[in-house]
């Protein structure tokens, strides 16, 4: 190996050890994602890969050198390709990738010690690299309908280097089966070229997307309620004012349901806080049950939740509450074999002409279940400046 080469395989060998640790304590702060170690382990095989570059002269044969080489290569390959699988969920690849790195390594011992061909001996390993970079790239822009710009960046490296690996591979093929020393040294040239600048910035920009991930776990983080994944206040104020806009831009109705589980404190006073955690998640899963994509759903603070319905009026606000109410009523809770039943109270209030924002809807909507407790709880209600039911079910103004 002559000097030049030999620094760029040293450099190469001191990044990837970076890397891997890199990936490694991300995997150990960043919630043991499982592709953050699987990386960590492709980077770390890739630094054996390296030093065995560095160790070529040791090894007995160049066969046994070249395919220890390559099955590094493999493991690097591999793992990359899962890590990307675990990130997006990837239902299109089989989970065990190994009987597929196991049948190119056997292709590789073929082509090197049975049927030897230098071309397709060397080109194979740049081409399942380029490969499984494309594939990589595929996974990471198709994993959100809107890829974010670190998603973005990274994806385009990998298509940029995975090009780059196959034309190494077509290089490679080049020399032919006995090895034309010219395009040997045009394979090295090209590929030493490439190597460092794609290698890296791979690496850099997955470690984006990696932070990338994290920023978007604390934001959703910060405005979602932990114990029942509802959005908590200041995530609802976020959606709550830009659905509120939109109604009044469009002239289209935006009624909000109050409500909070009846006698929640006696819950917890007479069976413990956990069963009261209990008691919030089951009430917010019942809330969640057959809404729209585009309604709102908040926890409030303690017992109390808010639903805001885009497009529903007064009369399908009310008609939406009441299934609400006689579900939770029909649905109790098992806890340790035992049967926890609640009922909880709600309060429906639609926009009207003289609301300035959805916080004045929001405080009929609170009367109005401050109303349905007074009544007896367990029923739905409205504040009283708006609509009120007659005996026989129908929505009548107050002044009738």
């Keep these: ?38 990386w960590s382990v492709a980077f770390l095989a890739a630094t054996c890969q ?22 590094f290569a493999l493991v690097v390959v591999a793992l990359w390709l899962r890590g990307h699988c675990q990130r997006t969920n990837c239902q299109r690849l089989p989970e065990n990738l190994w009987p597929y790195a196991g049948l190119v390594f056997g292709a590789i011992v073929w082509t090197t010690v049975f049927s030897p061909n230098i071309g397709l001996s060397t080109a194979i390993v740049p081409g399942i690299a380029a490969t499984t970079l494309i594939m990589s790239s595929s996974m990471v822009l198709r994993h959100r309908e809107k890829p974010r710009p670190a998603e973005w960046a990274a994806a385009i490296t990998m298509i940029v280097f995975g090009l780059a690996q196959f034309t190494a591979a077509g290089v490679a093929m080049l020399q032919g089966a006995e090895g034309i020393d010219a395009y040997r040294d045009m394979y090295m040239h090209f590929n030493f070229l490439t190597l460092p600048a794609g290698y890296t910035g791979i690496a850099m920009f997955v470690i984006f997307m990696l932070a990338s991930d994290l920023s978007e776990e604390m934001k959703a983080f910060a405005v979602r309620d932990p114990l029942t994944g509802l959005l908590n206040r200041r995530g609802f104020g976020e ?56 309604d709102i759903l908040a926890r409030m603070g303690g017992e109390e939740f808010i639903l805001v319905l885009p497009g529903a009026d007064l009369a399908s606000a009310i008609k939406i509450a009441d299934d609400l109410c006689a579900c939770v009523d029909m649905t109790p809770i098992a806890i340790d074999g035992e049967i926890l039943k609640i009922t909880a109270s709600f309060g429906v209030a639609t926009i009207s002409s003289k609301d300035t924002c ?35 079910g129908r929505l009548k103004p107050v002044s009738a």
């Design 239 to 294: 959606q709550a004012a830009i659905a509120y806009a939109s109604a009044r831009r469009t002239g289209n109705c935006i009624s909000v349901i109050m409500s909070d589980i009846d006698r929640f404190k006696e819950v917890n006073d007479d069976f413990g806080h956990a069963v009261g955690d209990s008691a919030l998640t089951h009430f917010a899963n019942l809330l969640m049950g057959g809404r729209r994509t585009e």
């Design 50 to 71: 390296w030093s065995i570059n560095l160790l070529a002269p040791q090894f007995s044969s160049f066969e046994s050198y070249w395919l220890t080489v390559n099955a």
């Design 358 to 392: 959805l916080t004045d809807v929001i405080i009929r909507a609170d009367k109005a279940l401050y109303r349905s407790k007074r009544a007896g709880r367990n029923r739905v209600d409205l504040e009283s400046s708006q609509m009120m039911r007659d005996s026989d």
């Design 1 to 38: 190996m002559t000097s030049p080469v030999a620094y760029i395989v040293v450099a190469l060998t001191l990044t990837s050890a970076m890397i891997s640790v890199i990936f490694f304590l991300a995997y150990r702060t960043l919630g043991k994602k499982p592709y953050a170690l699987s």
